[in-house]
């Protein structure tokens, strides 16, 4: 298993400047992991910044913290309340399914 050391996006803020370029790329990146899990029928449910971990290389990034992740079969909706207050989606916080 590899190991990232480069901490969260969360640890990198504040450190240096972000060019907007380079946070598009990381914004894609995690969009793309997304719809990996999507396609594979999981849903994350806490996704924020601590729960993505940067890696050693440039644009190396993983998605991290399934704790509260839930294997939805296709066609299926979920609800619930579950996620960090302040990053939690706003139809979870609407109480609408998603």
């Known amino acids: 298993m590899p190991v990232y050391r ?9 450190k240096r400047p972000i060019p907007d370029e ?4 990381y914004l894609a990146l995690v969009g793309e992991g ?4 999507h396609n594979n029928s999981v849903l994350h449910r806490d996704l924020k910044p601590g729960n993505v971990l940067l890696g050693p290389t440039p ?8 704790g509260l992740a839930k294997v939805v079969p296709a066609g299926q909706t979920a609800r619930s309340d579950l996620g960090t207050p302040g990053a939690k989606a706003p139809e ?7």
Not at 22 to 25: A, L
Not at 34 to 37: F, I, P, T, V
Not at 59 to 66: A, E, G, S
Request: net charge negative.
């Open 6 to 14: 480069g901490g969260s996006p969360e640890d990198v803020v504040g």
């Open 22 to 25: 380079e946070i598009w790329k």
């Open 34 to 37: 997304l719809r990996h899990l």
């Open 59 to 66: 644009y190396d990034l993983v998605i991290t913290d399934f």
């Open 92 to 98: 979870v916080h609407e109480g609408r399914e998603y």
